[in-house]
């Protein structure tokens, strides 16, 4: 006899839930490529927060929504590499104009 047991998690037509803030990771990270760095370290944490959600509760969220969590993470970690690149890019600069004393009237 088979039991006619429902996952409490999906809904009444059989989908999955999304992540909370799935699309708002996606956005903060593409955003942190493109115009604002620093908006990775956004995408970064609320993309490992909703993962650490989906590893609660697999059956409740549908694994494209996964996707787009792990995509905007990973964008996020790409910004954040950026700005730390730029920051030792401007470094170096500094670094070689006062080596040559550039910008010096001596």
């Keep these: 006899m088979e039991q006619n047991v429902q996952d409490p998690y999906?809904?009444?037509k059989g989908g999955s839930e999304?992540?909370?803030?799935?699309t708002a990771i996606l956005?903060?990270?593409?955003?942190?490529i493109v115009f604002c760095q620093p908006l990775g370290i956004a995408a970064w944490i609320m993309g490992n927060s909703s993962i650490n959600e989906y590893?609660?509760?697999?059956?409740?969220?549908?694994?494209?929504?996964?996707?787009?969590?792990?995509?905007?993470?990973?964008?996020?970690?790409?910004?954040?590499?950026?700005?730390?690149?730029?920051?030792i890019l401007m470094l170096a600069g500094?670094?070689?104009?006062?080596?040559?004393?550039?910008?010096?009237?001596?």
């Excluded at 956005?27 to 942190?32: K, M, N, Y």
């Design 10 to 12: 999906r809904d009444a």
């Design 18 to 22: 999304t992540l909370p803030n799935a």
């Design 94 to 106: 500094v670094s070689v104009l006062s080596f040559f004393n550039f910008g010096s009237d001596n």
């Design 55 to 87: 590893n609660q509760h697999p059956g409740r969220y549908s694994q494209s929504s996964l996707g787009t969590v792990q995509a905007g993470r990973i964008c996020g970690i790409i910004g954040v590499a950026l700005i730390v690149l730029l920051g």
């Design 27 to 32: 956005v903060l990270g593409i955003l942190s």
